[in-house]
């Protein structure tokens, strides 16, 4: 009687590191799952920025290029900043 005890608790035993295992597995499986989905959600974001890009301006100044929302105009033409737009012309 004492055998049959033994071998259904060693059975329940197998049975529970089985299933932990198998949760184990799951939990990597999702995690697996939810990192291509990161990579979809930048693709996304990406479209989204290249939805809100908008047209760059170069510096009369100093050449730099910079967003034309950005654009300090003075003497007809565009500057990155204020400081460039009230520095002489070069
Ligand atoms: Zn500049």
Do not use: N
Request: aromatic residues 8%; proline residues 4%.
């Amino acid at each position: 009687m004492s055998r049959i005890i033994f071998w259904l608790a060693l059975v329940f035993l197998v049975i529970f590191a089985v299933r932990s295992k198998i949760r184990e597995a799951q939990k990597r499986h999702q995690q697996q799952f939810r990192e291509p989905q990161q990579p979809a959600g930048g693709a996304r974001a990406g479209a989204k920025v290249a939805a809100e890009a908008e047209t760059m301006l170069q510096c009369a100044h100093c050449g730099i290029f910079y967003p034309a929302s950005e654009s300090v105009q003075a003497r007809g033409r565009d500057y990155c900043s204020a400081a460039h737009a009230t520095l002489p012309a070069a």
